[in-house]
């Protein structure tokens, strides 16, 4: 069946160091990719999505993320943690080319000061 | 900025009770969508729909559940007769477009617990 794996369901990074959120998926077919963002009492909120053409991608908040069809991954980055990205985040992945989504467990960013 | 916006944000039910869950999408959007999140789980898809009509449902959406758009505002999510698996973080969703073209707009959540 396919699925969507996220590496780890809670990463802790201080601030300004390094933020990498690890996504794979499962297909040999390469579906489309999304990043969510979840604040705390808040919805699901659109990071960034690879559907086609360039595969590293740029979304809000200085996030980014290089979809590597080798690999089957999707891994979010962002260079320098700041205090207000911490959140949950989710990998999600459609297949049908619609909004009926394969979510990930979700990893929970925590930033340390 | 127009938002996705669900009632209750937290429902306790007994089991075997009733519950519908609210939604009013953003107002020019077509398509409409429940997900939800057992916790600690995969937030899972349920169910789309569009032009008052189920347009895909997933195996988790059995004869308990169903939808619908009474008012042309609203989306409701029922549940006829919960169970104690049925908690969850129920989400809606809406878009203009049904492919990825667009943006899908998720509110933010309802929690059912059932006791």
């Known amino acids: 069946a396919q699925s969507v794996t996220q590496l780890g369901s809670h990463v802790s990074v201080s601030e300004g160091a390094l933020v990498l959120l690890r996504c794979n998926y499962s297909?040999?077919?390469?579906?489309?990719l999304f990043w969510y963002v979840q604040y705390p009492n808040q919805g699901l909120q659109l990071l960034l999505k690879?559907?086609?053409?360039?595969?590293l991608v740029k979304g809000i908040n200085g996030f980014e993320a290089e979809f590597k069809k080798s690999e089957t991954s999707f891994h979010l980055t962002k260079p320098s943690a700041h205090m207000s990205d911490a959140a949950e985040y989710f990998c999600a992945v459609s297949y049908s080319g619609t909004y009926k989504y394969i979510f990930g467990t979700g990893t929970r960013l925590k930033v340390l000061a | 900025e127009p938002e996705v916006t669900q009632t209750p944000s937290h429902q306790v039910t007994q089991m075997g009770q009733e519950v519908i869950l609210r939604c009013v999408p953003i107002s020019n959007h077509l398509y409409f969508y429940w997900y939800r999140q057992i916790l600690g789980q995969k937030v899972e898809f349920l169910v789309s729909f569009y032009n008052n009509e189920i347009s895909e449902k997933s195996e988790i959406f059995d004869d308990q559940f169903s939808v619908e758009r009474p008012d042309g505002s609203n989306f409701t999510l029922k549940i006829r007769s919960t169970k104690l698996e049925d908690s969850a973080m129920y989400f809606c969703?809406?878009?203009?477009?049904?492919?990825?073209?667009?943006?899908?707009?998720f509110g933010e959540g309802s929690r059912l617990t059932v006791l």
């Open positions: 969703a809406s878009s203009y477009r049904d492919y990825l073209s667009g943006e899908l707009f």
């Open positions: 690879y559907t086609t053409g360039a595969t």
């Open positions: 297909s040999s077919v390469p579906p489309y």
